[in-house]
Nanobody
Framework: VQLVESGGGLVQAGGSLRLSCAAP????????MGWYRQAPGKERELVAA???????YYADSMKGRFTISRDNAKNTLHLQMNSLKPEDTAMYYC?????????????WGQGTQVTVSS
């Protein structure tokens, strides 16, 4: 496993969580990174992505609530999630790709569970 997620947990609706993904420098320094999520019975969806240069993409339902960032000094990707809703409950995965459009085509983490209670 090359990507290691952390930071998931149980939070009440309206609360916040910050996910982190540690990656080897060989991946982090050259790849776009992103977060996917998958809820039970649903397809996996791209939440947000960020290029090596810091350009970002967000799925419409996450805009204004989630912020993706990368700490290049620590080779760590973050996802700050605010105003969480029960529908945000899912397993969240860190992934890499050549660019934003192909995040998910490279390495994946094992996932971290986020549960939002109403």
């Amino acid at each position: 496993v090359q990507l290691v997620e952390s930071g998931g947990g149980l939070v009440q609706a309206g609360g916040s969580l910050r996910l982190s993904c540690a990656a080897p420098v060989s991946i982090f320094s050259t790849k776009a990174m992103g977060w996917y999520r998958q809820a039970p019975g649903k397809e996996r969806e791209l939440v947000a992505a960020i290029s090596v240069g810091g350009r970002t993409y967000y799925a419409d339902s996450m805009k204004g609530r989630f912020t993706i960032s990368r700490d290049n000094a620590k080779n760590t990707l973050h996802l700050q999630m605010n105003s969480l809703k029960p529908e945000d409950t899912a397993m969240y995965y860190c992934a890499a790709g050549t660019n934003i459009a192909t995040v998910g085509s490279g390495s994946w983490g094992q996932g971290t569970q986020v549960t939002v209670s109403s």
